[in-house]
């Protein structure tokens, strides 16, 4: 999840001025599931991120905008950051491509947060008795927590693992989400038990989707994902592992936001 809301705006950072699309992430779990993924939704509220204006599965129809050839896709994971080994994190290798591209939107408090959240879960914290190699990971965690204090990359970990109760959290996961399992009477012993498990997970990695929203004059058989993205590859279909509700197509994937909305999630305006 993280991993494809930084790339979205790494890509709206790059986008030429005048063109006539917009790069949106899309979370590849209904919003309402948040209440099991509770290691992400803490750390969205604790980063500040305004979830309201996050898209979920449940809300944008990608098939029928494909169909409709108002969007090009590509699979975080699959399309682009692929780890092949070579990091713990997704989000090491996006931390490189915002150093290569955009370093200074890595000074943005938000941004540095969630990104180092993400590597820390991924590699249990930098744990060195995993198989995969920690150093391009720790490089990009010491990176991330220049400006922090000394032991906020331990406490910041420890956070995120514990089952975070507090009343003000549960209140914003109620405004955020909507009501939850229990509330909603749909909590049953597997509900219960597989909410356990993913909150055991170190991961918070789902196969999310960046999409862009395209003008009508644009052709989207030759429209790219980026213009300036050379790894980001157009999809003509939908990908294995995403999902889209059946609803009828509507020419703006962003539900009427402002353009740049992704902009107020890192505290930046229009460009």
């Not at 919003?31 to 993924?37: A, E, P, S």
């Not at 915002?98 to 930098?126: F, G, H, R, S």
């Not at 991330?144 to 549960?170: E, H, I, K």
């Amino acid at each position: 999840m993280v991993a494809a809301i930084c790339y979205a705006w790494l890509l709206e950072n790059k986008t030429r001025k005048g063109e006539e699309f917009v790069t949106v992430p899309v979370m590849n779990v209904k919003r309402g599931t948040m209440w099991k993924l509770r290691q992400a939704s803490w750390l969205f509220y604790h980063a500040g991120l305004d979830v309201a204006s996050l898209l979920f599965s449940d809300e944008v129809d990608l098939e029928g905008l494909m169909m409709a050839r108002k969007l090009s896709m590509v699979v975080i994971g699959q399309d682009v950051l692929r780890i092949n080994g070579e990091v713990g994190s997704q989000c090491t290798i996006l931390t490189d491509n915002y150093c290569e591209d955009a370093y200074d939107l890595l000074q943005t408090p938000v941004l540095k947060k969630l990104l180092l959240a993400a590597i820390l879960l991924d590699t249990q914290n930098l744990n060195s008795s995993t198989q995969l190699s920690m150093t391009r990971d720790a490089e990009a965690v010491q990176l991330l927590s220049v400006g922090l204090t000394p032991n906020y990359r331990n406490t910041l970990f420890d956070q995120l693992m514990q089952d975070q109760r507090d009343d003000s959290f549960l209140e914003a996961l109620r405004e955020n989400y909507g009501k939850s399992p229990n509330e909603s009477g749909h909590e049953t012993e597997e509900h219960v038990e597989r909410r356990i498990s993913e909150r055991k997970s170190p991961s918070i990695r789902h196969p999310e989707t960046i999409i862009q929203n395209l003008d009508k004059k644009t052709n989207a058989k030759t429209n790219k994902v980026s213009p300036n993205s050379a790894n980001a590859k157009p999809s003509s279909s939908l990908p294995q592992g995403t999902s889209a509700p059946q609803t009828k197509a509507t020419p703006d994937a962003s539900r009427g936001k402002n353009k740049f909305f992704l902009a107020k999630w890192f505290g930046f305006g229009s460009k």
